[in-house]
C-alpha cells in the first residue's frame, strides 16, 4: 500500500496500463481521463443534497486490506511521514514528522493527526454514495489508490472541517487553497459524485483564482 503519496498528491500521472484521455465527462470504471480541473467543475452534475439515512458506521473505515497489522490510517501516515515513524507490534508508530498542509505546520506525534477523507463521507452520501452497496463505500471509505483521497492533517484542523464542502470551509493556510479545490473536484471526478449549487458557486470563484490545472483521474465508478 506503500509508495509516493507525497510525490503523487498535487498531480497523480497515469498508470501505464490506461492511457489518459482528454474526456468532457466520465466514461467507465477504471478509465483515466485528463483534463482541465475548470472543465472537469463543470462536467460534474449539479443538485440538491440530502442526508436521510447517513450514520458514518455506513462507510467501514481503517480496515487492513493488505493484512499487514497497519490499517488504511496507519498507511497514509506512513506514506505521508516526511521523517519515517518506528513500526511497533499491531503497528504502532513512533517517533516520525508529518506536515499538515491544511495549517502549515509540522508534527512529531501521529496522535496529534488525523487522516481526513478529502470528500468527507457525509458529504459523499449526500452527494450519491447514499445509493452504493456497503462494499462500495467501504472502498471509497478507505482508498489509497488516489492520494488526493485521504490527507494526514491536524486533528485541531481536520475537526474544524468536520463534514463541510468548500462552500462553508477551506483549509486555515490560505496557501493551499489552491490545491484543496483542485484535489476536491478530482476526488468528486473519481467517484461521479454530484455537486451542490452552492459548492458549484465557491468551487468555481475559487478555482477562478488558481491555475487551471489538468488533473488526470482514474474513475472508480
Known amino acids: ?57 455506513k462507510f467501514k473505515h ?16 506512513l506514506e505521508e511521514a516526511v521523517t519515517t515513524p518506528e513500526i511497533g507490534p ?8 508529518w506536515y499538515s498542509a491544511y495549517d502549515d505546520r509540522y508534527f512529531d506525534a501521529a ?18 454514495a447514499s445509493a452504493w452497496t456497503a462494499k462500495e463505500r467501504e472502498l471509497y471509505a478507505n482508498d489509497l489508490d488516489d492520494p488526493r ?21 477551506l483549509p486555515p493556510y490560505a496557501g493551499y487553497w489552491c490545491q484543496y479545490v483542485t484535489d476536491w473536484v478530482a476526488d468528486k471526478t473519481r467517484y461521479r459524485l454530484t455537486i451542490d449549487p452552492a459548492e458549484q458557486t465557491a468551487l468555481a470563484q475559487r478555482l477562478a483564482t ?7 483521474v482514474t474513475l472508480a465508478r
Open 210 to 216: 488558481c491555475p487551471d490545472e489538468p488533473i488526470t
Open 62 to 77: 481503517w480496515t487492513d486490506a493488505d493484512r499487514d497489522s497497519c490499517n488504511t490510517r496507519a498507511e497514509v501516515l
Open 149 to 169: 483521497a485521504l490527507i494526514a492533517v491536524s486533528a485541531a484542523s481536520n475537526r474544524s472541517k468536520a463534514d463541510q464542502d468548500p462552500s462553508t470551509w
Open 90 to 97: 499491531s503497528c504502532t508508530l513512533t517517533g516520525g514528522l
Open 1 to 57: 500500500m506503500r509508495g509516493g503519496r507525497r510525490a503523487l498528491r498535487a498531480r497523480r500521472p497515469a498508470r501505464p496500463d490506461h492511457r489518459p484521455r482528454r474526456h468532457a465527462a466520465p466514461a467507465c470504471p477504471g478509465e483515466t481521463i485528463t483534463l482541465p480541473v475548470r472543465d472537469a467543475l463543470a462536467a460534474l452534475v449539479v443538485q440538491d443534497e440530502s442526508r436521510t439515512g447517513y450514520t458514518r458506521d
Open 111 to 128: 496522535r496529534s493527526l488525523d487522516v481526513d477523507h478529502l470528500v468527507p463521507l457525509a458529504e459523499a452520501w449526500d452527494s450519491g
